[in-house]
């Protein structure tokens, strides 16, 4: 036998090293609850205001629509009334309320506007003349006046037009602010 296979190396110890687990420190861990803080409110930031535009975009329609209701209620009327002519501006004495408005200039009052409201139980008024329930908050401002035909942004004394233009002023009683909100204003012109 080979002695030299047999010859056995002396064993060295070596250092061992401690293995040390090591976890976060209370820096580390404050500094990513800060950043996971931070990244949280900004979503919620960035869904409160997502929920603030869908709220406001839905009262604006909401506003249109009002608007237009008038509009639809009196796109078939004449412009005056068909017995007395245009001898009485605005309602006609036998004329108690909109039921009985048969023609465009009934919806000017007495020549202040005529005003359809939550408030008073009269309003807003849909198409057919009836009142809309749940919007207490909401009212319609219609005005009807006469203008002259070459210049339709110039005012001409009631009935001495063959153009009558309409005017529907919607508002929202916000409770976030004192009073009302104007919301839209629907005008068109009723010609002869």
């Known amino acids: 036998m080979n002695q030299s296979c047999l010859t056995m190396r002396p064993v060295v110890a070596r250092p061992v090293r401690s293995v040390s687990r090591r976890g976060f420190t209370l820096l580390e861990s404050a500094l990513a609850i800060v950043i996971v803080g931070v990244g949280v409110l900004a979503m919620m930031a960035g869904q409160q205001a997502w929920h603030f535009q869908n709220d406001w975009a839905e009262r604006v329609g909401l506003a249109a629509r009002l608007g237009n209701e008038i509009r639809e209620m009196t796109l078939t009327l004449p412009r005056h009334d068909p017995v007395t002519g245009t001898s009485i501006w605005g309602s006609e004495p036998n004329e108690a309320g909109v039921l009985d408005f048969d023609d465009l200039d009934d919806f000017d009052g ?4 005529i005003t359809f409201s939550g408030d008073d139980g009269t309003g807003p008024l849909n198409s057919l003349r009836q009142p809309i329930i749940g919007l ?3 009212s319609q ?3 009807v006046w006469n203008v002259d035909p070459g210049d339709i942004n110039l005012d001409v004394a009631d009935g001495a037009s063959d153009m009558t233009l309409v005017e529907v002023t919607v508002y929202w009683d916000d409770p976030r602010v004192a009073g009302l909100r104007e919301m ?3 005008r ?3 010609p002869n």
Not at 110 to 113: D, F, K, M, Q, V
């Open 110 to 113: 007495n020549g202040a506007g």
């Open 136 to 138: 207490d908050d909401w």
């Open 141 to 143: 401002e219609v005005r």
């Open 184 to 186: 839209t204003r629907v």
């Open 188 to 190: 068109w012109i009723a």
